[in-house]
């Protein structure tokens, strides 16, 4: 029952939790007992800028309601980024028993006009950010005979949609991730 599930003395790292669904995760798993790296470089939807405050108000909220929560502005699109988030999983709470990958970025425009540079930018946070955070947790949780990973997908990897090939691309490359890493991780 969905209702009764508890994380009690788990701990959860959760990339792009300072807003919309990832911070909407981030106050579901604190209230059901698990202790959350809220991980968000609080850049805009299209990957500029960056800024503490999205992070530290969803811990602030956290902490306000009873749970246990901390911040973490490293950016999941480069392995340090991720190695970075999981090792302040392990020095705050001593583990790393849940990663949900909800970052993300758009970049619009058409097939035949996307950037270069927007199709990379895009596939670092979705795709490669995904691998990233999971290589850096999984051994961990190999480790401990308990992991649990979520990566946020879309209705686009699967059917696609116009002027965002590089996130229905990305999106797509993440199902291969999970299924990989739930082969893996069965032992």
Known sequence: NMAEMRFDGRVAVITGAGRGLGAAYARLLAARGAKVVVND???SMSGDGNDVGPAQQIVT???AAGGQAVANT???AT???????VDTALSTFGSVDIVIHNAGIVRRALL????????DSVL???LRGGFYVVRAAFPHMCQSG???IVLTGSINGLYGSSNVVNYSMAKAGLMGL???????GEE
Do not use: T
């Open 41 to 43: 470089p609080g850049v």
């Open 61 to 63: 909220e956290i902490e």
């Open 74 to 76: 490293d950016s999941v």
């Open 79 to 85: 392995p340090d980024g991720a190695s970075a988030m």
């Open 112 to 119: 035949k006009d996307l950037s270069l540079e927007d199709f």
């Open 124 to 126: 670092d946070v979705h």
């Open 146 to 148: 308990y992991g649990r």
């Open 178 to 184: 999970s299924n990989v890493a739930a082969l893996e």
